[in-house]
């Protein structure tokens, strides 16, 4: 079992900057890859940015230029920097690993963000 535990979220203007993290504990030797999704109210749950355990990143068509995924693999920690958010970044933003060997993957408990105008 993987336990993951999100902080940054928060409220913050137009233009403005929050860094998420997501920090894994547990059976955490065999942790592939890490990512961040988000969820809007009535929207499904979207990914935003991944990254692989070889540092292979993907990125949302709406996110790139603005936010940066990177990881830690010694503090086992994966983060997502939010630069020039936009109101329509408000969402909840989860937490997701996956682990080899097995099928399901982790996710974090949500963390809020809200950008107003």
């Known amino acids: 079992q993987v336990q993951l535990v999100e902080s940054g979220g928060g409220l913050v203007q137009a233009g403005g900057s929050l860094r998420l993290s997501c920090a894994a504990s547990g059976s955490t030797f065999r942790i592939n890859t890490m990512g961040w999704y988000r969820q809007a109210p009535g929207k499904q749950r979207a990914l935003v940015a991944s990254?692989?355990?070889?540092?292979?990143?993907n990125y949302a068509d709406s996110v790139k230029d603005r936010f940066t995924i990177s990881r830690d693999n010694a503090k086992i920690t994966v983060y997502l920097q939010m630069n020039s958010l936009k109101t329509e970044d408000t969402a909840v933003y989860y937490c997701k690993v996956t682990v080899w060997g097995i099928q399901n993957a982790f996710w974090g408990q949500g963390t809020q963000v809200t950008v107003s105008s």
């Open positions: 990254i692989g355990s070889g540092g292979n990143k």
